[in-house]
């Protein structure tokens, strides 16, 4: 793997989810889960989806959150738009994985 992928935090050992967007081909993965708000009635699950180019497979750049069970259901379609929806991914040192060589 990638060492910038395994520092992002990679995908799964089950691999990318493949699929083209406009000009490019990108893969996503979940990343992580969590659970927000306050009380049950306010309380969502959600999955961060990390996304990545083909030429650098592994490494996210960009990321989205999804509600939970959402995303093994998602056309190829809706995941170009949960991407074009989704932030650039920075590390805490202000770097980006993408930018880091291999």
Not at 6 to 30: L, S, V
Not at 44 to 63: M, S, T, Y
Request: proline share 8%; hydrophobic share 45%; charged share 20%.
């Amino acid at each position: 793997m990638d060492p910038a992928a395994a520092e992002a935090g990679g995908p799964p050992d089950d691999g990318i989810r493949w699929f083209d967007c406009e000009t490019a081909t990108w893969g996503a993965w979940i990343a992580g889960e969590g659970v927000a708000g306050t009380g049950s009635p306010a309380t969502i699950a959600w999955d961060a989806v990390h996304f990545c180019l083909q030429e650098r497979p592994g490494v996210p750049v960009r990321e989205a959150l999804l509600a939970h069970g959402l995303y093994e259901g998602l056309f190829d379609s809706e995941l170009c738009a949960l991407l074009a929806r989704s932030v650039e991914i920075v590390l805490p040192d202000g770097s980006r994985p993408a930018d880091r060589s291999v």
